[in-house]
């Protein structure tokens, strides 16, 4: 069973291609998902952010304030680092757990691990294929500045927290062009999905990867 990798920068059309992927029957490891309920209260990872951020990260119920977290993270390179060790080595092992209970069930024809770090967390390793979502920089600012209503600056500031899609396209198996529209997208990730699916019948199930 091929496990694939799905990365791209920050709003480069990763969920569109993730859920289209879905539909077809892949299931689907959301990494920012894991992320998420790794710094849920009383969690390995919240319970070191709060050591290490201290309180005025999070909300008076106890959760993450991550909006507050997002300011200090892509404005202080070193805390971001921080903050990355402490939540990476969660991600990557769930994850290595679910790839596990997926190839054991055997009941779907593929498995993709949807993370915007894959590379910089090393998941990459974890995957058969990297398939990486090109778009230009000046297509992701604004996306995330209508995404997320910030300013120019902000965007930009986030945009560069984050390999580049230039040395993220160094470890693509296949590249998907989102710069144009969700159709054209969508028919590369056809075209993709139906290799893999031949390939599956030519060996018999068993990829030679």
């Known amino acids: ?72 993270i892509f404005n202080d390179e070193e805390k971001r680092k921080v903050l990355n060790s402490i939540i990476h080595p969660e991600v990557v092992q769930k994850t290595k757990e679910l790839i596990e209970r997926y190839k054991r069930e055997g009941q779907v024809p593929l498995i993709v691990v949807d993370a915007p770090l894959l590379i910089e967390a090393g998941m990459h390793n974890l995957v058969d294929e990297v398939w990486v979502l090109n778009v230009k920089p000046e297509v992701q600012v604004q996306r995330v500045m209508e995404r997320d209503n910030i300013s120019r600056d902000s965007a930009v500031r986030r945009l560069k927290s984050q390999l580049s899609t230039e040395e993220k396209l160094k470890y693509a198996h296949r590249v998907i062009d989102n710069n144009e529209t969700v159709d054209k997208t969508i028919r590369q990730v056809q075209d993709f999905w139906q290799d893999i699916v031949d390939k599956e019948k030519t060996n018999g199930g068993k990829n030679n990867y």
Not at 1 to 9: A, S, Y
Not at 46 to 51: H, L, N, S, V, Y
């Open 1 to 72: 069973m091929l496990v694939i990798g799905l990365t791209g920068g920050i709003a480069s059309g990763k969920s569109t291609v993730s859920k289209y992927l879905k539909s077809l029957g892949a299931a689907i490891i959301d990494a920012d998902l894991l992320a998420r309920q790794a710094v849920e209260p009383g969690e390995k990872g919240w319970q070191k952010i709060k050591e290490y951020f201290g309180e005025g990260v999070f909300l008076p119920q106890g959760h993450l304030d991550r909006r507050k977290l997002a300011e200090i």
